[in-house]
């Protein structure tokens, strides 16, 4: 079985990074509460540079912050698209990203499963959120080319927490009301711990 898939398919060798990453600059993270984060973005209509540019930043800040997905509007731009870079249950690694994502309604009658999420814009905090085994989203690539990317367990659930942040919704959203009082609670005490981290990981990218 391939090990690696960029933009959904199959490649025999890929580095550490993706390569965008060297292009890009760090941009400041969002954290949840600042408007932007909570209210559905705009579709991407232009495809060039600009675009190009912000995917770009976006790999190189996903990756400072240690993150296995990040979307625009983490990132301060209210536009509908994502990085990832994401394990499945298999082990096998997902790279890529996708403009204007639709998910695909997961199949009635099909249980969701509990597992351990967190989000770079509730820094610190992780708890346990029901999502889809699988995933299909369709959209488009950074040329304006159609996608289709299919996923199964954590990068399902990478696909459906990213998809949810171009709606305006976060993970704490999906959460009791005590869930989301000890998400907060965990963000607390360890933002900082957090935060001098990326740091050190900003340099040790640059």
């Known amino acids: 079985m391939p090990r690696v898939f960029v933009q959904g398919s199959p490649t025999g060798h890929y580095p550490r990074y993706a390569p965008e990453a060297g292009r890009g600059a760090v941009r400041r993270i969002t954290e949840t509460g600042e408007e932007i984060l909570h209210k559905p973005c705009r579709d991407v209509t232009e495809f060039g540079p600009d675009l190009a540019a912000l995917i770009d930043d976006m790999f190189r800040t996903m990756y400072v912050a240690e993150g296995a997905g990040l979307a625009a509007n983490q990132v301060g731009v209210g536009l509908r698209l994502f990085v990832y870079d994401c394990p499945d ?13 639709v998910l695909e309604p997961a199949p009635t009658g099909r249980a969701l499963l509990d597992d ?5 814009s509730v820094p ?12 299909v989203v369709r ?15 954590y990068f399902a659930r990478c696909l459906t927490h990213e998809t949810d942040h171009t ?40």
């Open 167 to 206: 709606h305006g919704v976060v993970y704490l959203d999906r959460l009791s009301k005590r869930g989301k009082r000890e998400a907060l609670r965990q963000t607390t005490a360890h933002r900082d711990e957090v935060f001098a981290r990326r740091a050190a990981r900003a340099t040790q990218l640059s």
């Open 89 to 101: 249950d298999d082990g096998a690694r997902h790279v890529g990203h996708i403009v204007n994502p």
């Open 116 to 120: 351990v999420e967190g989000c770079l």
């Open 139 to 153: 959209g488009k690539d950074k040329t304006g080319a159609p996608l289709v990317i299919e996923g199964t367990g």
């Open 124 to 135: 610190g905090a992780t708890m346990s959120v029901p999502r889809p085994g699988r995933a």
